[in-house]
């Protein structure tokens, strides 16, 4: 077992790493897209297609299809979280000497992950009354992208960089920190229907009683069950199939 999480780690890494020096402005290219629908509403203007809502469908059909994927594997800021959380676990554990790896209650994790959708409704609000522009310079995800592209950001970034730093914090504290709770343009991911067959389900008859291996390595503490009421919170780290003993874990149709 130990093998195989091994191996689908390295496989992840891999393709983290590749989307995050090739690609690192996904996330907040697609999310452009989601802003200029509301702010061309906003401005009482037809929403005119351009290259950043052509990202928009694009991830947003593969999240129907595949589920959401492009949180597991290919945002770079996701991928900047999962670095930072596998950097502090080892300090966590070496110097500190805990047995586990940080993370939050599961209760308080389920309540968290609300919050992200309190943001993208407050952010859309904003493009639709006319005042995002107000904020310019206030986006973490803003600052990431022109440190990527390698641009430092001006004194007009200040609380970008701010949130920037408080959230790489959080990142330390909890798998996925941001993804779960913060991410706007994750709690539209979470929304979009996904097709049946690209849910994670298990084996219940085949699993070992009280076993809940998959529930406990999860980030967000979810039930491994197809179409529940929180599969949309489901990052497709691939974590669960990994670690089940029996390889009770899997996507397709619905055995």
């Not at 966590?92 to 790896?101: C, E, I, P, S």
């Not at 497709?236 to 089940?244: G, W």
Request: proline share 5%.
């Amino acid at each position: 077992m130990k093998k195989k999480q091994k191996k689908i780690r390295i496989i992840r890494a891999g393709i983290q790493l590749l989307f995050f020096v090739l690609a690192p402005s996904l996330f907040s290219t697609a999310f452009a897209g989601i802003k200029t629908i509301f702010l061309a509403i906003g401005n009482n203007e037809p929403v005119t297609w351009n290259s950043f809502l052509n990202v928009t469908a694009a991830l947003l059909l593969i999240t129907c299809l595949f589920g959401r994927h492009f949180c597991g594997y290919a945002c770079a800021f996701g991928s900047l979280g999962d670095a930072l959380y596998e950097m502090f676990s080892l300090v966590w554990k070496k110097v500190f000497h805990k047995k586990k790896k940080p993370g939050y209650p599961e209760k308080a994790v389920h309540i968290l992950q609300k919050l992200k959708y309190i943001i993208l409704f407050m952010i859309l609000m904003m493009c639709v009354s006319g005042v995002y522009q107000n904020f310019t310079g206030t986006s973490p995800w803003d600052v990431f992208s022109m440190l990527t592209a390698g641009r430092l950001p001006d004194s007009s970034y200040k609380i970008g960089m701010i949130l920037l730093v408080l959230i790489m914090v959080g990142m330390c504290t909890q798998e996925r920190f941001f993804c779960q709770f913060l991410c706007p343009m994750g709690a539209v991911f979470a929304i979009m229907p996904i097709i049946p067959g690209a849910l994670f389900r298990r084996r219940r008859e085949k699993c070992s009683p009280k076993c809940t291996l998959c529930k406990k390595r999860c980030p967000a503490h979810l039930d491994i069950d197809g179409d529940t009421a929180m599969s949309g919170e489901c990052i497709c780290c691939h974590a669960c199939t990994a670690i089940c003993p029996k390889g009770n874990v899997y996507t397709g149709p619905q055995e």
